[in-house]
């Protein structure tokens, strides 16, 4: 197998702090990750209903007050181009509505390396038709979805556009029992056009190695400074000790799963001139 691609996922565990972010960019350039990832949203399209949804949070009693309170704007998102840049590692990140594509894609002299389409949004045909006519590659996240699901999405993005296709689970965090890895060598089977990876929502990294085992030619996880900080994503990331744990052992790994052939290696001489002293 090659190296494994790897994509840190910061979703709002930044709470809204330009200055947590660009910490958590740096732990995860250090650490080794190829790749951090956001979310965009224009939130002034967002119908007043949705925004006057109750939740309690730090910032407020609505969806809106915690929507506005955590999600960067452009400019802000220019410094996390900046940032990024400097510490030497790409970002790309999830556009929710086709302005935040139209930014992502458009807005940025070094265009983005990716879109990611949320698992949420892989029926969402407006996206998805309008990132078609992007020259770009795309990443497709499957929770919470079927093989036709993912089928039409691909029909309608187009498979020449499409870099990988995520098996991954809409519950967060995901237990054991939910995980379902099974499906990443099907998918690598239903979909040979394309990279196979896995979008981790489970709090520890041992089944991102599986993944990897398995197949995975991509692997995300979210990060978090602390998972006891506020945030409804904390319970199903990946803290600074995690990542560089997870990064150190996925690219151990191919040295580690060598070859199907089994030979006498040189490194054994020695332990069989030892061990082996039967006449």
Not at 109 to 114: A, R
Request: with cysteine; aromatic share 10%.
């Amino acid at each position: 197998m090659g190296s494994v691609e790897i994509i840190a996922e910061l979703c709002s565990n930044h709470l809204g702090s330009i200055q947590n972010a660009k910490k958590m960019i740096t732990i995860c350039a250090q650490a080794g990750c190829d790749y951090v990832k956001l979310q965009k949203r224009q939130l002034d399209i967002y119908a007043d209903t949705i925004m006057a949804k109750p939740r309690e949070s730090p910032f407020g009693t609505t969806y809106g007050d915690y929507r506005w309170a955590v999600e960067f704007d452009n400019k802000e998102f220019h410094q996390i181009d900046w940032h990024c840049l400097d510490k030497g590692i790409k970002w790309f990140a999830t556009p929710m509505d086709v302005p935040s594509l139209q930014f992502l894609v458009d807005k940025f002299s070094d265009p983005v390396p990716f879109i990611k389409i949320a698992s949420s949004h892989i029926n969402h045909w407006q996206l998805l038709e309008a990132t078609r006519d992007y020259n770009i590659p795309v990443i497709l996240s499957t929770g919470m979805s079927n093989w036709k699901m993912i089928d039409e999405a691909v029909e309608i993005v187009g498979k020449d556009k499409i870099y990988c296709i995520m098996h991954c689970v809409g519950a967060y965090p995901t237990s054991t029992e939910q995980l379902n890895l099974r499906c990443i060598p099907e998918m690598k089977k239903r979909y040979p056009f394309c990279k196979i990876g896995y979008s981790n929502h489970h709090p520890g990294i041992v089944w991102m190695l599986v993944a990897a085992t398995l197949g995975a030619e991509m692997v995300e996880f979210h990060m978090t400074l602390d998972r006891s900080m506020y945030g409804s994503d904390q319970a199903a990331s990946i803290e600074p000790e995690g990542v560089r744990k997870l990064c150190k052992y996925l690219k151990e790994l191919p040295n580690a799963l060598g070859s199907p052939d089994k030979i006498i290696h040189e490194f054994e001489q020695e332990q069989i001139k030892r061990l082996r002293i039967f006449e």
